[in-house]
């Protein structure tokens, strides 16, 4: 999951986590699998702080109408 | 010697105009308002007045952008004009009232006159949902309200555009050159909203933010707008013509954009409700193993004891059985021939009695 999951946005990853979540309150979760769904959540959260932490804001001043 | 100067009347006055002109090429005049009237609905005519002297102002009405009344403090811009009549005037380009009480004065007048129109119906407004990707803002880049707003923009979230074109925020060239950066982003197709940023000032600082062209540039506006101009307090009818009305700069940077920490906390409290969730099946599934552990246990208890009621009840089968009770109870055990003159050996519960047989008649 952290290979493709780098190549995602971070809204893209939010929702793929909120997806993961929502697996654990539904009809499909079972314990065998929910120690290995829990570990890539986990992974992902940190990719998604990891992200949150590089985001720059781009600023940039692109004209000046005090001197016209 | 002193030339002597020949002029017509045209000459005359011609030569003022120039004169006047490049005397005072942007003048500003204080002073207020008397005999306000507008005449066939297209020229404005007042006197700007200071104690007992004042000068004649006119004005086209296209260009008034405040609402006047007279006794109204106001700034003109303006240049001073002599008539082909004779008449001294000031022709005015651009009107702002000044003192907290003529702002005020005129702030409620244009309001009523606006909101009639419609201009600040709530149906008009447009959401800005955090969570863009590019904004224009304008503000002047040197002012602190605009640093606080990148401040906290850069705080909160990351990853905009932001587009930002420097123009005065106070004084009276403001408003135009607002109205000329709104129009810039709307013909353009770039920004998802535009924000017009700006920090506290006096009540005359922020006059310019109820310029009627400003705020009808701003109702107009094809790009949605949000205004975050003075304080809390502070109103002004950009405020009311925006789409949103941020309370202050930094208040507009918050409503624009997420909160990375608050992103942060989500995602935490996300794996903590995953790791709750697995602990509570965990739990059911220890408390069903326990349960029917119990339930196991309590079969084999009661089989122990049903087995041990068994044995007891034996053993006291057998013990009554066993003859050593039956001597303790008294009796003997006769062993030997029931001859006449045959020996007999009689057991007791203490002793062993060898005996002669010397009768024997039958009971029944």
């Not at chain 1, 929702?15 to 929910?34: H, K, N, P, R």
């Not at chain 2, 149906?123 to 906290?152: E, M, N, Q």
């Amino acid at each position: 999951m952290s290979k493709a999951g780098s190549k995602l946005s971070i809204s893209q990853k939010i929702a793929t986590l909120d997806e993961s979540v929502e697996w654990f309150y539904s009809e499909e979760f079972s314990l065998d699998q929910a120690l290995q769904k829990y570990k890539d959540a986990n992974k992902l959260a940190l990719d998604i702080k990891e992200d949150l932490s590089k985001l720059k804001n781009q600023i940039e001043v692109i004209g000046d109408f005090t001197k016209s | 010697m002193i030339t002597e100067i020949k002029l017509t009347v045209s000459q005359f006055i011609e030569i003022c105009n120039q004169s006047l002109d490049y005397t005072f090429p942007d003048l500003i005049v204080e002073g207020e308002v008397g005999s306000f009237k507008i005449n066939q609905g297209k020229w404005v005519f007042f006197d700007l007045k200071e104690e007992d002297m004042s000068v004649n102002c006119f004005m086209p009405l296209s260009q008034l952008r405040a609402a006047l009344t007279d006794g109204m403090k106001i700034q003109v811009r303006a240049t001073p004009k002599l008539t082909r009549w004779g008449r001294f005037s000031l022709t005015v380009r651009q009107v702002m009232p000044v003192g907290e009480g003529s702002i005020k004065k005129s702030f409620e007048l244009l309001k009523k006159k606006l909101t009639a129109e419609g201009l600040f119906d709530p149906a008009r407004k447009r959401p800005i949902i955090p969570g863009l990707t590019h904004i224009g803002v304008i503000s002047s880049t040197a002012a602190a309200g605009y640093i606080d707003f990148l401040k906290i923009l850069d705080n909160r979230w990351g990853g905009m555009k932001i587009q930002t074109i420097n123009t005065q925020v106070q004084g009276m060239a403001a408003a135009e050159q607002i109205i000329r950066a709104l129009d810039y982003f709307n013909q353009r197709t770039e920004v998802e909203a535009i924000v017009l940023v700006r920090g506290g000032g006096s009540a005359d600082d922020l006059a310019i933010f109820n310029d009627e062209a400003l705020v009808r540039a701003i109702a107009g506006s094809r790009i949605p707008v949000m205004t975050g101009i003075g304080h809390e307090v502070d109103e002004s009818l950009a405020d009311l013509a925006a789409d949103v009305r941020a309370s202050t700069p930094s208040n507009a940077a918050e409503r624009l954009s997420l909160d990375r920490q608050e992103v942060i906390r989500k995602l935490q409290y996300s794996l903590n409700e995953i790791k709750r969730r697995i602990l509570d099946c965990t739990n059911r599934e220890e408390d069903l193993l326990r349960g029917n552990i119990d339930r196991i246990k309590q079969q084999i208890l009661a089989l122990v004891g049903q087995s041990e009621q068994h044995i007891s009840e034996t053993r006291k089968l057998l013990d009554s059985l066993n003859p050593e009770n039956v001597l303790k109870r008294g009796y003997a055990i006769l062993a030997g021939s029931t001859t006449v003159g045959s020996e007999l050996k009689i057991t007791t519960i203490n002793k062993i009695i060898t005996t002669e047989v010397k009768n024997v008649q039958s009971r029944i």
